[in-house]
């Protein structure tokens, strides 16, 4: 819970224990990725794509949003940095090709 004090110069906010879990305690890794594309049906197509991605990964918790004016933006929760990197590696690899209408791309070290 949010309080203020007496002169509402300062806000606090209560211990976790006071907010509903909503499932993701054990999420340990957030990212977001934000793509910009022209026009409306670009970025309904960027959205589609990024949200058939992550769909396919149940250990993620997902949701892809379009922004006001031309792109969208998927932000994902991960229980592990191995899970993020991956999901994060699709995303990029369908975005890359949808948008910049380039190859996949090679992520390889050299």
Request: aromatic share 8%; net charge positive.
């Amino acid at each position: 819970m949010l309080s203020c004090g007496s002169d509402h110069s300062r806000a606090g906010i209560a211990p976790r224990t006071c907010w509903p879990s909503a499932g993701v305690d054990e999420f340990s890794y957030m990212a977001c990725l934000n793509v910009f594309a022209d026009g409306l049906e670009g970025r309904l197509r960027v959205a589609a794509a990024m949200n058939a991605e992550l769909a396919n990964v149940p250990q993620v918790r997902r949701g892809v949003s379009l922004l006001s004016r031309g792109g969208c933006v998927a932000r994902r929760l991960a229980k592990s940095a191995a899970d993020s990197t991956r999901t994060n590696r699709k995303l990029w690899t369908a975005v890359h090709e949808l948008v910049a209408q380039l190859p996949p791309f090679d992520y390889r070290e050299y």
